[in-house]
């Protein structure tokens, strides 16, 4: 079985996000970078899948800077086969259909029998790319996927509905599913799959559609809804604090 | 402005997020139609009847009784194609995110996803973990968007009179490429955190598991339950029944006191009708401070311990 992991390089949650100067990003040379966290539960998903099979391929592919050949590396670390690298001259991207489109023409010829997606960036937050990607190869999709039961005949997904139901849905292959956190524990890379990793390939491949539907007017920082009180001060004195809040003003006990 | 706003629904029952969805499409103006696809169209259509907009069309299929996505991205594709909306509307659940993304890629239209506010053919969704919003313009004229959940309120929703009609589809089976067993409940869970009157949240700040004894003592001391953000319990660390958020419990106890939690879109809508919120967070600008009544910042390991020493002496 051939399968293809989408991961993102994105803006790690720790990060300093400054406003960049034209308003209309941040200013990404303070940021951190780190995989998209849910990317991370669908290249274990695609390794479990493979091993559980016993043949096949995973490659991973992501679109950016030459950064995201960073995380390209983890994911080969991990065990993944090979990699497709999409490069862009690193503005951030917020057109997940160019961003698809630019994916599919690089997964030209490859035709894979399966496509994970993570479910949501956390930098943008489209939730989409990976069903685009499967919409416009003519591929079935699934999203929030939570268990698979996927062999080489059969591909069963467990999706996630909402409020604490559930729902198995039997696709067609080939198949696009995104993966919902939680769907596994991602593995470690071993020392011997770092060493591994630096003599798999990575394909670089330029961009080929250009055309944006929809971009960023202005980035702002989200305004208060509630009056808040701010307890900002030495640690004593917040504990004093919380402690009155919890007896007269809650009365918790 | 012409409008369509796809509607959702199970058992019968109109999804609050659909309503929501007509009142946000009300407050942008002009033509709303509503679109009902399934074997209980006929019935929500006349719930439907007694809102201010201009038709529902019904879609009632054999191959499409209940939600699948591949019938209803053939099905939306052909209403679109007929009645050429401006601009196609859902709220932002869980099954506007299986479909709006295959008629988006089907029709070439750009799909705006999450959106809180917007003003005049801007579209403001929250990026960076909820840190920051972005106005998003789009040069295309058509375009698919989903409203935040509470982003625009049911009670909001004009009262009015409106009429429906049903509309033929061309569909077939082939078209048909998963099949959905019936949706079920995992079993019941060890804690009832919805009727719980205070509830102290761990989040990822709780950084490891052997720390969340620290909120199991201050639960045991002020009496409450402990609940979790979902990537405590996707690591493992509690059991999902103690989720709090839109895959998990909706809550809303005397007391919510989180610990290291961020305060993402889906965790917020778990937990923000609770009385009061006391946030510890060592980010003065985690989003939980926005609807916390009480934001303490700081690093909840060094503050914990010491409140429930406090707490115990006196
Ligand atoms: C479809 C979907 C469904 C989802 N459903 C849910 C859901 O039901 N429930 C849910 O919770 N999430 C859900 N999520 C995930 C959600 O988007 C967030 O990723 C999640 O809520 C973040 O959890 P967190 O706040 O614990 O972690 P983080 O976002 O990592 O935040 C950790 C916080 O702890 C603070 N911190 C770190 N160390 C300390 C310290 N020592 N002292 C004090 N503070 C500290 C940090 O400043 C940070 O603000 C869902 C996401 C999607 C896309
Ligand atoms: N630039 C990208 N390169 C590779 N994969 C991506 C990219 N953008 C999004 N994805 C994938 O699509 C998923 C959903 O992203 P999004 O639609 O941006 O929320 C992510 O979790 C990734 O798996």
């Known amino acids: 079985m051939k399968i293809a992991v989408l991961v993102?390089?994105?803006?790690?949650?720790?990060?300093?996000?400054?406003?960049?100067?034209?308003?209309?990003?941040?200013?990404?040379?303070?940021?951190?970078?780190?995989?998209?966290?849910?990317?991370?539960?669908?290249?274990?998903?695609?390794?479990?899948?493979?091993?559980?099979?016993?043949?096949?391929?995973?490659?991973?592919?992501?679109?950016?800077?030459?950064?995201?050949?960073?995380?390209?590396?983890?994911?080969?670390?991990?065990?993944?086969?090979?990699?497709?690298?999409?490069?862009?001259?690193?503005t951030a991207f917020i057109d997940p259909l160019n961003t698809a489109k630019n994916i599919v023409s690089?997964?030209?010829?490859?035709?894979?029998?399966?496509?994970?997606?993570?479910?949501?960036?956390?930098?943008?937050?489209?939730?989409?790319?990976?069903?685009?990607?499967?919409?416009?190869?003519?591929?079935?999709?699934a999203t929030l996927a939570i268990e698979t039961d996927i062999d080489s005949e059969h591909i069963r997904v467990k999706r996630e509905l909402e409020s604490g139901w559930f729902q198995w849905v039997r696709l067609e292959s080939p198949a696009s599913?995104?993966?919902?956190?939680?769907?596994?524990?991602?593995?470690?890379?071993?020392?011997?799959?770092?060493?591994?990793?630096?003599?798999?390939?990575?394909?670089?491949?330029?961009?080929?559609?250009?055309?944006?539907?929809?971009?960023?007017?202005?980035?702002?920082i989200p305004q208060k809804s509630k009056e808040t009180e701010i307890i900002n001060t030495d640690i004593d004195s917040s504990v004093k604090r919380i402690v009155e809040i919890l007896k007269s003003e809650v009365k918790v006990f | 402005m012409k409008s369509l706003v796809i509607i959702e629904h199970k058992n019968g029952v109109l999804h609050r997020m659909s309503r929501e969805a007509i009142s946000g499409a009300q407050k942008i103006g002009g033509d709303i139609t509503a679109l009902v696809i399934g074997e209980n169209a006929e019935s929500i259509s006349s719930e439907l009847s007694n809102f201010k907009i201009e038709k529902t069309i019904i879609v009632n299929h054999e191959l499409v009784p209940y939600y699948n996505v591949d019938g209803y991205k053939e099905i939306i594709k052909q209403v679109v194609n007929t009645i050429s909306p401006d601009i196609i509307i859902t709220g932002h659940t869980y099954q506007a995110r299986d479909f709006m993304p295959r008629i988006s890629a089907a029709l070439d239209i750009p799909f705006i996803p999450d959106i809180v506010e917007l003003e005049d053919s801007i579209y403001i969704k929250q990026v960076l973990n909820s840190k920051l919003n972005a106005s998003i313009?789009?040069?295309?004229?058509?375009?698919?968007?989903?409203?935040?959940?509470?982003?625009?309120?049911e009670e909001d929703v004009i009262k009015g009179s409106s009429s429906s009609e049903s509309f033929?589809?061309?569909?077939?089976?082939?078209?048909?490429?998963?099949?959905?067993?019936?949706?079920?409940?995992?079993?019941?869970?060890?804690?009832?955190?919805?009727?719980?009157?205070?509830?102290?949240?761990?989040?990822?700040?709780?950084?490891k598991e052997e720390n969340k004894s620290i909120?199991?003592?201050?639960?045991?001391?002020?009496?409450?339950?402990?609940?979790?953000?979902?990537?405590?319990?996707?690591?493992?660390?509690?059991?999902?029944?103690?989720?709090?958020?839109?895959?998990?419990?909706?809550?809303s106890p005397k007391l919510y006191l989180s610990l290291g939690?961020?305060?993402?879109?889906?965790?917020?809508?778990?937990?923000?009708?609770?009385?009061?919120?006391?946030?510890?967070?060592?980010?003065?600008?985690?989003?939980?401070?926005?609807?916390?009544?009480?934001?303490?910042?700081?690093?909840?390991?060094?503050?914990?311990?010491?409140?429930?020493?406090?707490?115990?002496d006196s």
Do not use: C
């Not at chain 2, 004229?141 to 935040?148: A, K, M």
């Open chain 2, 137 to 153: 313009s789009s040069s295309s004229d058509r375009v698919l968007i989903s409203f935040q959940s509470a982003s625009f309120s």
């Open chain 1, 106 to 141: 690089a997964l030209d010829g490859e035709n894979f029998d399966l496509i994970l997606s993570g479910l949501q960036s956390d930098d943008t937050g489209m939730g989409q790319t990976g069903v685009l990607v499967g919409e416009l190869l003519n591929m079935s999709t």
């Open chain 1, 8 to 90: 993102k390089q994105v803006v790690g949650s720790e990060s300093s996000l400054d406003i960049s100067p034209d308003n209309k990003w941040i200013d990404e040379s303070n940021a951190t970078f780190v995989m998209n966290p849910p990317d991370s539960y669908a290249i274990e998903e695609a390794m479990n899948i493979k091993e559980k099979i016993g043949e096949g391929e995973v490659v991973i592919v992501s679109m950016g800077a030459d950064s995201v050949q960073k995380v390209i590396r983890e994911a080969l670390s991990k065990g993944a086969d090979r990699g497709i690298h999409v490069q862009t001259d690193g």
């Open chain 2, 215 to 251: 909120a199991f003592e201050l639960a045991e001391v002020i009496g409450a339950e402990v609940s979790a953000s979902r990537p405590v319990v996707d690591a493992g660390w509690l059991p999902s029944s103690r989720q709090v958020g839109s895959s998990g419990s909706t809550v």
């Open chain 2, 168 to 207: 033929d589809v061309d569909l077939d089976s082939s078209s048909i490429k998963s099949k959905s067993d019936d949706p079920f409940q995992e079993s019941a869970s060890e804690v009832d955190l919805e009727s719980a009157e205070l509830i102290v949240s761990v989040g990822r700040g709780i950084e």
């Open chain 2, 261 to 312: 939690v961020s305060g993402a879109i889906q965790h917020v809508v778990g937990m923000k009708g609770s009385k009061n919120i006391l946030a510890i967070n060592k980010d003065s600008d985690a989003p939980i401070f926005e609807i916390a009544d009480y934001a303490v910042v700081g690093d909840l390991l060094e503050i914990v311990p010491k409140l429930i020493a406090t707490l115990k």
């Open chain 1, 177 to 220: 599913i995104s993966i919902q956190s939680g769907i596994n524990q991602p593995r470690y890379p071993s020392l011997k799959g770092i060493m591994g990793a630096k003599k798999k390939e990575i394909k670089v491949v330029p961009l080929s559609f250009h055309e944006t539907k929809q971009q960023v007017e202005k980035i702002s």
